[in-house]
């Protein structure tokens, strides 16, 4: 046989089960490439040797993400899918940190047809995936509300995070409903995979979280609403405590013309029986935003977010947990109800959409502490109590 014939033939014998495969299935590569410059005026610093933290200017890339995804038709209205997406640090330095590997960020596989979708793997928790459509402002980043709204916003394995109410879990099975004349629902629950190495009789064993959201739209109207549950999630858990610590948030949204405004309500409790028996941590947040689609590629977003003063019996500085463990508090600081722990954060950027896929902004952030506080914005060093905190920024976004 003629040699080139055979290699034709061949190739052929190749091709064939992809092109069939490729008439069942797609994957496609998809990402935002996103980064922001800010300089911020930190505050004097939290220590007893005082002084000034330095004016400082710095490159952040929250939401950069690059990844692929799949759908295979399995036939009768069944689908099967699978999405990876990692994330994508234009800065060449990496995130640190768990979680933020390849697959860190929205990952998992699963099945979906006329009944709903369910899949598993690591992805936003209900309350998380919910809540951007009332906030509209950022989660994250300089302009970011989050740490206000929900103490933190990132990705969390098991018990890691219990002060985050934004969280993307690890290791977690989640169902959404189809949607019912404007409704859908969607629900989530982690595996207790970090509890496969102890004893029946060890407290703590089970970390486990669950939640619950659902959306209503109607035309211009959005309304949201959202719990979540986290059982042995508390750092005092190690200690011999099983506490549950519960969150909830209820939203909304409206479009008129041009002008889009959201509004965003947020509690979170936590009960603090490990460290002093009988006693709870208590905050709540609220936020108010809008964007204006002036005229062509202009655009103006902005956004006010209130933390109220923390509430609850439990008392303790930010850093004074067993063994210095900060993260039981987060960024909020408890005090037994005595008021002066709340902030306040203003944010205004203009928009440039340069094109479908490419956005420029250019804003600032006005963050204020009451006289016990002490948030920061996003990215900056938390500074001494009652200090406040100002930035401006440019950031560049493109999606493909």
């Not at 046989?1 to 034709?8: E, S, Y």
């Amino acid at each position: 046989m003629n040699k080139k014939v055979m290699a034709v033939a061949v190739a052929g014998a190749f091709a064939a089960p992809t092109a069939a495969l490729a008439q069942a299935s797609n994957v496609q590569i998809y990402g935002t490439m996103y980064l922001e410059y800010s300089y911020a005026h930190q505050g004097q610093l939290a220590s007893a040797t005082g002084g000034d933290l330095v004016n400082a200017d710095i490159l952040q890339t929250p939401g950069s993400e690059i990844g692929f995804k799949g759908e295979e038709a399995l036939g009768g209205g069944l689908s099967a899918w699978f999405q990876c997406t990692s994330t994508a640090d234009l800065r060449g330095v990496g995130t640190g940190g768990g979680g933020q590997g390849f697959c860190g960020r929205n990952s998992a596989i699963g099945l979906k047809g006329g009944w709903g979708n369910v899949y598993a793997g690591n992805w936003d928790m209900p309350m998380k995936k919910t809540a951007g459509a009332a906030r509209i402002v950022s989660d994250t980043g300089v302009w970011g509300a989050g740490f206000l709204l929900y103490g933190n916003s990132s990705t969390f394995n098991d018990a890691a995070g219990n002060f985050a109410f934004s969280r993307r879990q690890n290791n977690t099975i989640f169902y959404d409903t189809p949607v019912w004349n404007g409704f859908q629902v969607f629900t989530a629950v982690s595996a207790t995979s970090s509890g496969t190495g102890n004893s029946n009789n060890a407290t703590g064993a089970k970390p486990r979280s669950w939640g619950i959201a659902g959306n209503y739209t109607n035309g211009p109207l959005l309304i949201t609403a959202g719990y979540e549950n986290h059982k042995s999630l508390t750092a005092a858990a190690p200690f011999g405590f099983n506490g549950t610590d519960t969150g909830w948030q209820i939203g909304g949204a409206y479009q008129a013309g041009p002008v889009k405004i959201g509004l965003l309500y947020t509690s979170q409790k936590w009960d603090m029986g490990g460290f002093a028996v009988g006693t709870d941590a208590k905050v709540t947040a609220w936020n108010i935003a809008g964007e204006w689609n002036i005229q062509g590629p202009h655009a103006l977003r902005g956004g006010y977010t209130k933390a109220n003063s923390t509430s609850g019996s439990f008392a303790g500085s930010v850093g004074t947990g067993p063994g210095g463990n900060s993260s039981v508090f987060g960024n909020r600081v408890f005090n037994g109800g005595a008021s002066g722990t709340g902030g306040s954060l203003w944010q205004v950027q203009y928009v440039y959409n340069a094109s479908k896929r490419t956005e420029l902004t250019a804003g600032a952030a006005f963050l204020s502490n009451d006289t016990l506080a002490r948030y920061s914005l996003g990215g900056y060093t938390a500074p001494a109590n009652g200090q406040n905190q100002n930035a401006v920024g440019i950031s560049i976004k493109n999606t493909f």
